[in-house]
């Protein structure tokens, strides 16, 4: 099973990105998906989520990020417009399966320059 992210890379503020997820491996029973971040010095957080339908985000990226997911290509993903210095980390996708708990991709770099 593998989580592969792409996408990152380095913007300025006020650029857009979109990072992809793609599970490989296995077919998932997706329980819930998410985007992690992890700046320099701090712990990771969770940015958004989705699961039953129903997305969340922290208070942070709210209005600015977008949770997504096509199933057909067994990918998630995450917009993220009107990016800002802030938002600079390394970004992780994980899928959590109804059966065999999470996974996790191997992080990919987002840097916002101001």
């Known amino acids: 099973v593998q989580l592969v992210e792409s996408g990152g890379g380095l913007v300025q503020a006020g650029g857009s990105l979109r990072l992809s997820c793609a599970a490989s491996?296995?077919?998932?029973?997706?329980?819930?998906m998410g985007w992690y971040r992890q700046a320099p010095g701090k712990q990771r957080e969770l940015v958004a989520s989705r699961s039953l339908g129903i997305s969340s985000y922290v208070d942070s990226v709210k209005g600015r990020f977008t949770i997504s997911r096509d199933n057909a290509k067994n990918t998630v993903y995450l917009q993220m417009n009107s990016l800002k210095p802030e938002d600079t980390a390394v970004y992780y996708c994980?899928?959590?399966?109804?059966?065999?708990?999470?996974?996790w991709g191997q992080g990919t770099q987002v840097t916002v320059s101001s």
């Open positions: 994980n899928i959590e399966d109804w059966t065999t708990g999470h996974y």
């Open positions: 491996g296995r077919t998932f029973s997706v329980k819930a």
